[in-house]
């Protein structure tokens, strides 16, 4: 078992058993659905009224429904995007990652250098703000 399949099951076991998982595990999850490309795996890890915010984001984002598409879109313009966790810290509710986007198919390469900084209450992601260098392109709506 893979470590994202790891904690995937440690998540789902964590929340049949009635106890809201650790902050950093549902984080490991989100960056878990990410690099498979889950859409639809990612919008469930956020909370119905998550805000979802970056640097690139002309305003925030809001629900399930704006985080699936978010993800959808990306993994379109970057077919073969994924993250690598380089640090994260969790105090609480609340989680700081720093890693790395790469992607040598799409629009364009990546390699770039993201923190984000979510809150986690109750097994969901209420609230993800990612910050990096946008290069001067202009936020998208």
Same mark, same amino acid.
């Given at each position: *078992?893979?470590?994202?399949?790891?904690?995937?099951?440690?998540?789902? *076991?964590?929340?049949? %058993?009635?106890? @809201?998982?650790?902050? /950093?595990?549902? =984080?490991?999850?989100?960056?878990?659905?990410?690099?498979?490309?889950?859409?639809?795996?990612?919008?469930?890890?956020?909370? %119905?009224?998550?805000?979802?915010?970056?640097?690139?984001? &002309?305003?925030? +984002?809001?629900?399930?429904? /704006? =985080?699936?598409?978010?993800?959808?879109?990306?993994?379109? /313009?970057?077919?073969?995007?994924?993250?690598?966790?380089?640090? *994260? =810290?969790?105090?609480?509710? +609340?989680? @700081?990652?720093?890693?790395? @986007?790469?992607?040598?198919?799409?629009?364009?390469?990546?390699?770039?250098?993201?923190?984000?900084?979510?809150?986690? +209450?109750? !097994?969901?992601? +209420? %609230?993800? =703000?990612?910050?990096?260098?946008? !290069?001067?392109?202009? &936020?998208?709506?």
């Amino acid at each position: *078992m893979n470590l994202a399949s790891t904690m995937l099951f440690a998540v789902a *076991m964590t929340a049949t %058993s009635g106890a @809201a998982p650790r902050p /950093e595990s549902v =984080v490991l999850a989100m960056f878990g659905a990410f690099n498979r490309h889950d859409a639809d795996g990612l919008a469930h890890l956020y909370a %119905s009224d998550a805000q979802l915010a970056s640097s690139d984001f &002309c305003h925030p +984002r809001r629900g399930r429904p /704006e =985080v699936g598409r978010t993800y959808r879109e990306l993994f379109a /313009e970057f077919p073969d995007i994924h993250d690598e966790i380089e640090q *994260m =810290v969790a105090q609480d509710d +609340r989680v @700081a990652v720093r890693f790395v @986007a790469r992607s040598s198919e799409g629009a364009r390469s990546l390699n770039l250098p993201i923190s984000t900084f979510l809150v986690v +209450r109750q !097994g969901e992601i +209420r %609230s993800d =703000v990612s910050t990096f260098d946008t !290069g001067g392109r202009p &936020c998208t709506h």
